[in-house]
């Protein structure tokens, strides 16, 4: 399955917000990952984390990453959330950067893009 995972960071509200979106649609099974438009992905679920609670979990190292970022109802095999958890990081590293996406095609080949 195609999916794709936006991190947002909310600084006034001090809040990160993680969407998952996929690929439902049977009749786009063959279009190319890279020609997939924003609304061929349907949005799955949204977790949103406290911004401090992130920057601790980062400053303690990528297991404890990993466990804040997951919960009861998003749970994301080990190489999904690896990668979340790796464009936390840089979204929280980068100055003046607010929103990244991993998009991750049918061979979970992942695909970062980092907006503004």
């Known amino acids: 399955m195609r999916q794709k995972y936006e991190m947002i960071k909310d600084k006034a509200l001090k809040k990160l917000k993680i ?5 439902i649609d049977k009749r786009l099974k063959n279009v190319s990952t890279s ?3 924003p ?3 349907a949005l799955l679920h949204e977790e949103t984390y406290d ?10 190292g ?13 749970f994301p ?10 464009s936390v990081i840089k979204l929280y590293d980068a100055k003046g950067r607010n929103t ?3 998009i991750l095609g049918n061979g979970g ?3 970062a893009k980092a907006d503004a």
């Open 19 to 23: 969407r998952e979106y996929a690929v």
């Open 35 to 37: 020609m997939l438009l």
């Open 39 to 41: 609304e061929d992905y």
């Open 51 to 60: 911004s401090k609670h992130i920057q601790s979990a980062i400053s303690n």
């Open 62 to 74: 990528m297991i404890d990453l990993v466990s804040t970022l997951r919960t009861p109802v998003f």
């Open 77 to 86: 095999d080990a190489n999904h959330i690896a990668m979340i958890a790796e």
């Open 100 to 102: 990244v996406e991993l």
């Open 109 to 111: 080949e992942p695909t």
